[in-house]
């Protein structure tokens, strides 16, 4: 018998989700997102990179500025309308703590009771070697949930009138391969679907396959493969540390 993982909390009005790159949150969370902006939660996004590394056939300087542009419109198809970039370069994130301070930043400014971040270990599903990019922002940003409470790291962002925020009781990393929790991805699936169809240029970038048939067939094997593990309904699963 299949284990079966818990709900996601609800007792929650902020999120900030803390990813690498333009299009990381569409490749499945964007359908729990939507299901919590529907309920009234607030949620923003913040973005590492502008993606600039990501199209073969479009240079960084005209990519970059593409690459913001549909994050932003596909952030906005499932109620987010706050999305930041922090213009580390991508494809060489660095880990440390000019990364750490950059995010603790944020959640302080946006003070946040939950933490959203991409797959942190060393694989997808034990199987899919993990991008140095998602590790390095999904380590920073475990780390930054407790760096924005410390008055003492980072003291220049109280100088700069960014006091501690020690409100984070959760951050949950979406696609981990060791996934605690879940959320019901029906009602948000359509959303997902357009979200994910928002980065029309990265996808065609990546396949000669049509856009729309790429983006269903990819979110429904996913959220469908997670249904075994939370009662038989499509399902993104995240791997929550409480805090």
Request: avoid cysteine; proline fraction near 6%.
């Amino acid at each position: 018998m299949t284990e079966q993982l818990a709900p996601m909390p609800e007792d929650w009005q902020r999120a900030l989700a803390v990813v690498a790159h333009p299009d990381d949150l569409e490749y499945g969370a964007a359908a729990a997102i939507a299901a919590w902006t529907d309920a009234g939660k607030e949620v923003a996004y913040l973005l590492a990179t502008r993606g600039e590394a990501g199209i073969d056939g479009i240079s960084p300087a005209e990519a970059a500025p593409l690459r913001e542009r549909e994050q932003i419109a596909s952030a906005a198809v499932v109620g987010v309308t706050t999305v930041e970039f922090l213009d580390h370069r991508d494809g060489v994130i660095e880990y440390g703590p000019a990364l750490r301070r950059d995010i603790a930043a944020a959640i302080r400014r946006h003070r946040p009771e939950l933490v959203v971040t991409l797959n942190h270990r060393d694989t997808f599903g034990d199987t899919f070697w993990n991008t140095p990019d998602h590790k390095a922002v999904g380590r920073a940003t475990l780390d930054a949930a407790a760096d924005a409470g410390n008055r003492w790291i980072f003291p220049e962002l109280v100088e700069q009138g960014l006091q501690p925020w020690d409100g984070v009781r959760w951050v949950a990393v979406a696609a981990s391969p060791r996934p605690t929790h879940a959320v019901d991805a029906t009602a948000g699936y359509e959303r997902a679907v357009r979200s994910l169809l928002e980065h029309r240029a990265y996808i065609e970038g990546l396949t000669d396959e049509d856009p729309e048939t790429y983006a269903r067939s990819f979110l429904d094997e996913m959220l469908s493969a997670n249904a075994a593990s939370f009662g038989g309904r499509p399902a993104v699963t995240f791997e929550v540390f409480p805090r």
